[in-house]
């Protein structure tokens, strides 16, 4: 494991478990940079996710004596995390499109391909403001399967999606994801 990971020890914990505030505060403090990126990549926006980061210490806190040391504290800890982001982005959802909801289909047809070393040349935060710029349904998707390792069975069960479905966003997602890459490697020239 790489030295810049801490990983929680069960002392802190307990002492968590015993609503200790300065435990609690450390806990806070190791894991809630790596919570906010989790948050960030599914939030629409930063307040959100902020709102989210909040949200799911809330519950880490409230359900501690439901982790049973079956695998990291921090694994534990980054689901809860995903599952209280994917509830804001659903909330976001509600009180921005209407009764009519969103389709995660957005995008038809077959969009070309870049070439491979697109991705060589790009920046990190280059790349993160394309993600950001994919369709809330295609980002959860990939977000969900590239970054978290979630299977397409686990997505469809997140989402409240079929299996098919998740299998066809993340494909329109890496197609649009890879289009986008190649305009901003290769920009048009006026």
């Known amino acids: 494991m790489p030295p810049s990971i801490t990983l929680v020890d069960e002392a802190l914990l307990a002492a968590c478990r015993r609503g200790e505030s300065a435990a609690q505060y450390r806990l806070y403090q190791q894991l809630s940079y790596s919570l906010m990126g989790v948050c960030l ?18 519950k880490i806190f409230t359900r501690l004596d439901q982790f049973r040391g079956q695998g990291p504290f921090e694994a534990w800890a980054r689901r809860i995390a995903v599952t ?6 659903a909330q976001h ?3 921005h499109l209407g009764p009519a909801g969103e389709a995660l289909d ?3 047809g077959d969009l070309p391909t ?33 970054v978290e390792g979630y299977s397409h069975q686990e997505i469809g069960a997140l989402l409240g999606i079929a299996e098919g479905t998740s299998k066809s966003q993340l494909a329109r997602a890496r197609r649009l994801l ?3 890459l190649a305009a901003h490697h290769h920009p048009q020239l006026p």
């Open 41 to 58: 990549r599914y939030c629409p926006s930063r307040a959100e996710a902020e709102d989210a980061l909040q949200n799911t210490f809330v």
């Open 84 to 89: 209280t982001s994917l509830h804001a982005l």
């Open 93 to 95: 959802r509600l009180r």
């Open 106 to 108: 957005e995008l038809a």
């Open 114 to 146: 870049a070439e491979p070393s697109a991705l060589d040349h790009l920046a990190t935060a280059d790349l993160l403001a394309l993600l950001a710029t994919l369709p809330p349904g295609y980002r959860t998707v990939l977000n969900l399967y590239a």
């Open 178 to 180: 890879e289009t986008r």
